[in-house]
């Protein structure tokens, strides 16, 4: 029996240096990865290539530390099939005291706005206030190194569902079968639904924050809208998890102040549930309300 117990004993201790020994190689090999990448950026003249003349933007924010890998993000959007108008950064107005200087070498193409705080929504609520309907507006995460064909997907099933919310990979409800929830790793928004005029509940602050009680349920704040307003939405990728990865490349920052290591204010996994439930009883009532 003793001897059983010092051979379990023995394999759990080889099977915690296994999982220690592959966490350093995979540590290693990210931090060759963004070595390289970063070293390619660099050296990349960004302003010197062509913007292609279309009405493509995108629109994303960051905070804290996560500002300083946000130039991998750029670099693939920048060298997408089809490269975006403009990419539109929003900051928290007075976060930062300065920028990381990479975040130049990409000229006018980069706009960066600071807007009053909105958490994570600050990612497509301004974009969506200032735009115009013709245009086609993309928002996104700031954690993750997307695909070259990220924007040439989004658009080509935009093209066939021209009514619909388009996002880039989501789960399919397994009740109806219709797609239920879009997601932050690529959005492209339906403009004759969400704007100001049309449904301007959907843009108040004390509606999706200050009445939820968190600041980065944008996500179900504007699944749980399509569903109120009967808007369909279409994935590209119907298989999340295989397409998340798969299809990215996640950035080291992606969990250092997102869902689990964030204060409370902002950790969905704290109370997440119940605030979702919030999210619906209040638009429940503004669908209400609307057909008083």
């Known amino acids: 029996m003793f001897s059983k117990f010092r051979r379990l004993a023995y394999y759990g201790r080889m099977f915690l240096d296994f999982l220690k020994t592959s966490r350093k190689l995979a540590l290693y090999a990210e931090s060759r990865f963004l070595y390289e990448a970063n070293r390619r950026i660099l050296t990349t003249n960004y302003q010197s290539e062509e913007i292609e003349q279309n009405d493509i933007i995108i629109s994303f924010t960051t905070h804290r530390e996560r500002i300083h890998y946000v130039h991998y993000v750029l670099d693939s959007l920048f060298f997408q099939t089809i490269r975006p108008q403009e990419v539109r950064l929003y900051l928290t107005q007075g976060e930062y005291q300065s920028l990381p200087k990479v975040l130049k070498k990409f000229g006018s193409w980069l706009k960066i706005i600071e807007v009053e705080d909105l958490g994570t929504f600050k990612k497509f609520i301004p974009a969506l206030q200032d735009v ?18 990220f924007v040439q997907k989004l658009v080509d099933l935009k093209a066939r569902h021209q009514d619909s919310m388009i ?9 109806t079968g219709f797609f239920d929830r ?18 301007p509940d959907f843009f108040k602050k004390e ?16 699944s749980f809208y399509c569903k109120a307003l009967g808007v369909n939405i279409h994935a590209v990728h119907e298989n999340y998890l295989r397409t998340y990865y798969h299809r990215f490349i996640p950035l080291p920052s992606e969990v250092l102040h997102a869902v689990s290591m964030a204060k409370s204010e902002l950790n969905i996994r704290r109370g997440g549930r119940k605030a979702e439930k919030r999210i619906k009883k209040i638009i429940k009532e503004l669908m209400e309300k609307s057909t008083r």
């Open 132 to 149: 115009s309907r013709h245009q086609t507006l993309i928002s996104l995460d700031d954690d993750l190194i997307y695909p070259p064909d």
């Open 167 to 175: 996002t880039f990979m989501a789960y399919r409800d397994r009740k």
């Open 182 to 199: 879009v997601t932050g790793c690529g959005i492209l928004w339906n403009l004759d639904v969400f704007n100001t005029e049309a449904n």
């Open 207 to 222: 509606l999706f924050i200050d009445a939820v009680g968190l600041r980065n349920l944008d996500d179900a704040w504007t």
